[in-house]
C-alpha cells in the first residue's frame, strides 16, 4: 500500500522556538494532506486541511499563525510549530489519500515544549 | 456537524471470546464509515471499511442506518487483536472525523 513517512517521529524543544514536522508520500501523489493533533489517551483531532498549491484550511480553534502548514508539491507537507509553548506538547499525525478511499497515516511525532 | 460516538475507553476480553466494539455517528448526508486499528508502536492503518463489505482479520462491521451505528464484531478474540480500535466517519472531501476510540485488551 501507499506510504506516508514523517519526520521526525519525536522532537523536544525549548519554549520559544520552532518546529518543523514534515510527511511525505513515498508513491503516490498527495493532493491533499490531513494534519491532526492527539492529545494523550484522546482521539485524533483534525487540525487543517492543505491542499497542493493552495492555503491550508483551518479547523475552528486552530490558529493559523501558529501552525504554519506549507503544501508546496505532491509530495511533502509540512506543519511548522511557531514559537511552541508546552501547551502545544502533542502527538501530531498526518494523513493523505492514495486517490482511493483509503487513508495512510505518518508514523506521527510527538513533541514535547520544556 | 458529523460526530462518531466510541462509548468504551477500555474493552477486555479473555481470548476466544467474542468481542463487539461499538460506534455511533450522526451525519446529515450519507454516511462512509471505516475502522482504524493502532497496534502498539505502529501508526493507525485501515482495518475495514463499510463499502466494502469484507471481513479482515476475522472482524466485520455492519453499518445500520437506522440505529445510525457501525458497531466492529469477532466472534472469537485473539491476543494479537490487542490494540487502539478507532471509528471514523468520512465526507465528500475526504476528511475524517474519529471517534475517541476503544482500546481492546484480550488476555491470555
Known amino acids: 500500500g501507499a506510504v506516508v513517512s514523517q519526520h521526525p517521529s519525536w522532537v523536544i524543544c525549548k519554549s520559544g522556538t520552532s518546529v518543523k514536522i514534515e510527511c511525505r508520500s513515498l508513491?503516490?501523489?498527495?493532493?491533499?494532506m490531513f494534519w491532526y493533533r492527539q492529545f494523550p489517551k484522546q482521539s485524533l483531532m483534525l487540525m487543517a486541511t492543505?491542499?497542493?498549491?493552495?492555503?491550508?484550511?483551518?479547523e475552528q480553534g486552530v490558529e493559523k499563525d501558529k501552525f504554519l502548514i506549507n503544501h508546496a508539491s505532491l509530495t511533502l507537507s509540512t506543519l511548522t510549530v511557531t514559537s511552541a509553548h508546552p501547551e502545544d506538547s502533542s502527538f501530531y499525525i498526518c494523513?493523505?489519500?492514495?486517490?482511493?478511499?483509503?487513508?495512510?497515516f505518518g508514523q506521527g511525532t510527538r513533541l514535547t515544549v520544556v | 456537524a458529523q460526530r462518531v460516538t466510541q462509548p468504551e475507553k477500555l474493552l477486555s476480553v479473555f481470548k476466544g471470546a467474542p468481542v463487539e466494539l461499538k460506534c455511533n455517528y450522526s451525519y446529515s448526508g450519507s454516511p462512509e464509515l471505516f475502522w482504524y486499528v493502532q497496534y502498539s508502536r505502529q501508526r493507525l492503518q485501515l482495518l475495514l471499511r463499510?463499502?466494502s463489505r469484507e471481513s479482515i482479520k476475522g472482524f466485520t462491521a455492519d453499518l445500520n442506518k437506522g440505529e445510525t451505528s457501525f458497531h466492529l464484531k469477532k466472534p472469537f478474540a485473539q491476543e494479537e487483536d490487542s490494540a487502539m480500535y478507532y471509528c471514523?466517519?468520512?465526507?465528500?472531501?475526504?476528511?475524517?472525523?474519529f471517534g475517541g476510540g476503544t482500546r481492546l485488551m484480550v488476555k491470555p
Open positions: 492543505s491542499n497542493e498549491g493552495s492555503k491550508a484550511t483551518y
Open positions: 471514523a466517519l468520512g465526507n465528500a472531501g475526504n476528511m475524517l472525523t
Open positions: 494523513s493523505s489519500f492514495d486517490g482511493n478511499t483509503e487513508a495512510f
Open positions: 463499510h463499502i
Open positions: 508513491d503516490f501523489q498527495a493532493t491533499t
